[in-house]
C-alpha cells in the first residue's frame, strides 16, 4: 500500500475514547497510571501506526493541531477534569453513564499493546517532544492550517512510515 493510500471509510475504526479506554485497562494490568497528555499522545501514535503498518485509522475522528500537540477533541473532554493528574476511571457515555467500548480485533489489540509496551514508559513530556519535533504531522499541520486544524490521515501514514523505515535501518545497520 503507498503512503497516500489509506482507507478513508471509517465506519471500522473507533471512537477515540474506546482506545483510550482500552488503553487505560492495559495500563491498570501493568499498575502504572496515566495522566490525560500520555493517554492521548498514546492514542495518536497508535491511530499513526495503524495507518502505517495496517494501511487504516484506528479512530474515526481525525487528530487535532492544538498549541501544545496532536488532540483527540473528545478524549480531551472525557478526561480534562483529571487535569495534570493521573487518570483514575474511563471515559463514559453521558446517556449510559457506560464506557465507551470498542470491538478492538486481535490485530489492532496487538498493535495497541506494542504501542503501550514502547512509548507506555515516557513520561508526558517526552511523548510530547516526539510529537513536536519539526516535520512531524502535528507541526506541519499547526503550521499550514493553524491551531484547531485536523491533521491528515496521509500525513500520519507518511510520518509513521518513515519511523518505521528508520527503526528498520537502525536495527541492520
Not at 503507498?2 to 482506545?19: Q, V, W
Not at 493517554?39 to 474515526?60: E, T
Not at 457515555?93 to 464506557?99: I, N
Request: without cysteine.
Amino acid at each position: 500500500m503507498s503512503e497516500l493510500s489509506i482507507k478513508t471509510d471509517r465506519s471500522d475504526a473507533h471512537d477515540p475514547r474506546a482506545i483510550a479506554n482500552h488503553i487505560l485497562r492495559l495500563r491498570a494490568d501493568e499498575g502504572k497510571p496515566l495522566t490525560i497528555m500520555q493517554l492521548i499522545k498514546l492514542v495518536y501514535i497508535a491511530d499513526g501506526w495503524s495507518m502505517a503498518l495496517n494501511g487504516k485509522p484506528l479512530s474515526r475522528d481525525n487528530a487535532q493541531a492544538w498549541k501544545f500537540g496532536p488532540v483527540y477533541p473528545t478524549v480531551y473532554a472525557a478526561f480534562k477534569h483529571f487535569g495534570s493528574s493521573a487518570v483514575t476511571d474511563e471515559a463514559r457515555s453521558k446517556a449510559t453513564g457506560l464506557p465507551y467500548v470498542g470491538n478492538i480485533s486481535p490485530e489492532e489489540d496487538e498493535l495497541v499493546k506494542a504501542v503501550v509496551k514502547g512509548y507506555g514508559k515516557l513520561t508526558a513530556w517526552q511523548l510530547s517532544n516526539l510529537t513536536h519535533q519539526p516535520g512531524t504531522p502535528w507541526s506541519d499541520t499547526f503550521e499550514s492550517g493553524g491551531v484547531y486544524a485536523d491533521i491528515a490521515p496521509q500525513l500520519m501514514a507518511s510520518h509513521f512510515k518513515q519511523l518505521g523505515a528508520l527503526h528498520v535501518a537502525d536495527a541492520t545497520g
